[in-house]
């Protein structure tokens, strides 16, 4: 029932965990004009720093998160932001983003008054900016871990609004879903998106590999085996097809290679990622036609 879409434990098991523990493609970001739903960025009570938000002015230091329930954003104590999915229980999962700074004991990030996000190495060093957003120029924005997982730069605006003027680009796809275990008919992943099940989570990672992890312990189960790739994008075909592609010269020069579940022919099937840890394409009328194999790993 398998289509080309490669199990490949064996050998590809490594890289899948060194793509997560390494920095990423994911990690440069993008900017923005999206525009979700609206984002009060003024200073919390007390001027602390809330679950969710950075307000202007306000520093994320080492050791210290935000969450919003699925995600955590760490200001790590080797100076590198990562973004970990998070379990029911609090603790982290797979790494879906990082700012790529690891090497600076004890750096910290900073929502600055004029709009940007900054890294800055720590004060006992010379407290030297080493990352940023590039969103100076928009007094009084904010930077959001949202609810749908995309953590963001937003610039208050005069009407009362919000707009995105940065963002990591990662969560879940389809952010209006229910569900957040199925890949439905034309959706699609990009680096740093997931679907889950109570048990697993599946990850589209920032090096192009598509990996299916257990919660308990966070080992992969799965993996399409396509690691060392740019710009990968999963969609779940409106032919039934799931189709992994990347561009490894960059999006604007177009696909350079591909794989798939070779499913077309099911119009309209879905992609579930299950609690007994199997990765399903069903059909409309419920039949499988195809699975990742991984039923009662989880």
């Given at each position: 029932?398998?289509?080309?879409?490669?199990?490949?434990?064996?050998?590809?098991?490594?890289?899948?965990?060194?793509?997560?523990?390494?920095?990423?493609?994911?990690?440069?970001?993008?900017?923005?004009?999206?525009?979700?739903?609206?984002?009060?960025?003024?200073?919390?009570?007390?001027?602390?720093?809330?679950?969710?938000?950075?307000?202007?002015?306000?520093?994320?230091?080492?050791?210290?998160?935000?969450?919003?329930?699925?995600?955590?954003?760490?200001?790590?104590?080797?100076?590198?932001?990562?973004?970990?999915?998070?379990d029911a229980d609090g603790h982290n999962g797979p790494a879906i983003w990082n700012s790529g700074t690891w090497g600076h004991i004890n750096a910290e990030a900073q929502m600055q008054q004029d709009g940007n996000l900054v890294i800055y190495t720590s004060p006992d060093m010379d407290y030297r900016p080493i990352w940023n957003t590039g969103t100076w120029g928009h007094p009084g924005s904010c930077a959001v871990l949202g609810a749908n997982g995309d953590f963001q730069v937003m610039s208050h605006q005069k009407s009362g609004t919000a707009l995105v003027i940065w963002h990591t680009a990662t969560g879940q796809p389809n952010p209006g879903d229910t569900d957040p275990t199925r890949l439905q008919a034309g959706a699609a992943m990009g680096p740093g998106d997931w679907r889950a099940s109570r048990t697993t989570w599946l990850v589209l990672q920032g090096d192009g590999n598509l990996v299916l992890y257990r919660k308990s312990d966070n080992a992969p189960l799965w993996n399409t085996g396509t690691s060392g790739h740019k710009n990968p994008v999963a969609t779940m075909n409106a032919d039934g097809n799931l189709r992994l592609v990347w561009a490894d010269n960059g999006p604007d020069w177009g696909i350079t290679g591909s794989t798939s579940s070779n499913t077309s022919g099911n119009p309209g099937a879905t992609a579930v990622v299950q609690d007994d840890g199997n990765f399903v394409i069903y059909r409309t009328d419920g039949k499988p036609v195809w699975q990742s194999g991984t039923w009662g790993k989880a």
């Open positions: 029932m398998r289509g080309s879409i490669r199990t490949a434990l064996a050998g590809a098991v490594g890289s899948c965990l060194l793509a997560v523990l390494a920095p990423t493609a994911a990690s440069a970001a993008t900017t923005s004009t999206t525009t979700p739903a609206p984002v009060d960025c003024a200073t919390p009570p007390g001027g602390r720093t809330d679950a969710v938000r950075l307000a202007p002015g306000q520093t994320l230091y080492p050791g210290k998160s935000l969450t919003n329930g699925t995600e955590n954003l760490t200001m790590q104590d080797d100076g590198n932001l990562v973004m970990y999915l998070r």
